[in-house]
């Protein structure tokens, strides 16, 4: 029997109060946390071993989006492709480039409005 997929809807989403994990399918879970806060995760084997990568918030990311995010997780991992490793390596890039910019608009500042 094939496994069902697209489980949860969004009236479900917002209904969720218990604390737990429940799944969508392809590897996406709704968390709920015991204060309520309702997050995404995809879980994936590698290695044998179970990993976890958070998606956002409910409040954030739409389940539409939270959908299509793992979808492309899974088809990322099928081509040998991390996806923590690429969203750490994002935000690397993203981190330089800030402080980059900063150091660029102190050192080029001719008023000295950032100092």
Known sequence: ???????LSDRGVKAAR???????????YLQVGKSGTKSWLFRYMLD???????????????????????LQCKKSLHEGIYPIRVRNERLK???LFKKYNIF?????DPKGLYH
């Open 1 to 7: 029997m094939a496994r069902q997929v697209n489980k």
């Open 18 to 28: 218990v604390k737990g994990r429940y799944a969508d399918g392809n590897g996406l």
């Open 48 to 70: 044998k071993r179970s990993r976890e990568m958070g998606l956002g918030s409910v409040q954030t990311v739409s389940l539409a989006k939270a959908r299509a995010e793992a």
């Open 93 to 95: 890039v993203n981190t």
């Open 104 to 108: 660029f608009r102190e050192y080029n």
